[in-house]
T-cell receptor, first 112, second 110 residues
């Protein structure tokens, strides 16, 4: 059974810092990996999708990497802002109709 | 915005009553999903659908059934709600292997 772990569970940093969120998964036979953002009481917003054949994806200040063989992904946030405060979720998928297996998330607070 | 709506957005019900949650998409995407989100457990897959009348079980399907009679609607039914089914329920669709989520339904079973 696939298990996804996110470290740290919570993180608080001053505004302007660059930071890294970590995600690991136990079964490397994944089709893709997706990073989401969730604000309190809200739904999930897709941030980045990395296909298993890719090594990284970038969107604005966000960069996600994937090392499938070691079962790891990182989400890099550059020049953090208070608006980045949210819970960040990592999820892996098997492709096709398969659902996603989620980590429990990293709760991020950016201090003004 | 992937055009996903969920109804109702909030519901309080009593143990033993039937409950149906609706997920509606405005486009004809083939794959649809139901997840629940609970503190300490994260999001877990309940059921999914790969086409009209084609559904399958996810990780936590006990106590739930689903139906998909047309492409745009995916219904989740709790035949006899229990307090352990108090949760936030999210519907999702897949577009080229990227999943997009609805706003969620907060269900409280008393």
């Amino acid at each position: 059974k696939q298990e996804v772990t996110q470290i740290p569970a919570a993180l608080s940093v001053p505004e302007g810092e660059n930071l890294v969120l970590n995600c690991s998964f136990t079964d490397s036979a994944i089709y893709n990996l997706q990073w989401f953002r969730q604000d309190p009481g809200k739904g999930l917003t897709s941030l980045l999708l990395i296909q298993s054949s890719q090594r990284e994806q970038t969107s604005g200040r966000l960069n996600a990497s994937l090392d499938k063989s070691s079962g790891r992904s990182t989400l890099y946030i550059a020049a953090s802002q208070p608006g980045d405060s949210a819970t960040y979720l990592c999820a892996v998928g098997g492709g096709g109709a398969d659902g996603l297996t989620f980590g429990k998330g990293t709760h991020l607070i950016i201090q003004p | 915005d992937a055009g996903i709506t969920q109804s109702p957005r909030h519901k309080v019900t009593e143990t033993g009553t039937p409950v149906t949650l609706r997920c509606h998409q405005t486009e004809n995407h083939r794959y649809m999903y139901w997840y629940r989100q609970d503190p300490g457990h994260g999001l877990r897959l309940i059921h999914y659908s790969y086409g009209v009348k084609d559904t399958d079980k996810g990780e936590v399907s006990d106590g739930y059934s689903v139906s998909r009679s047309k492409t745009e609607d995916f219904l989740l039914t709790l035949e006899s709600a229990t307090s352990s089914q108090t949760s936030v329920y999210f519907c999702a669709i897949s577009i080229q292997n990227e999943q997009f989520f609805g706003p969620g339904t907060r269900l409280t079973v008393l």
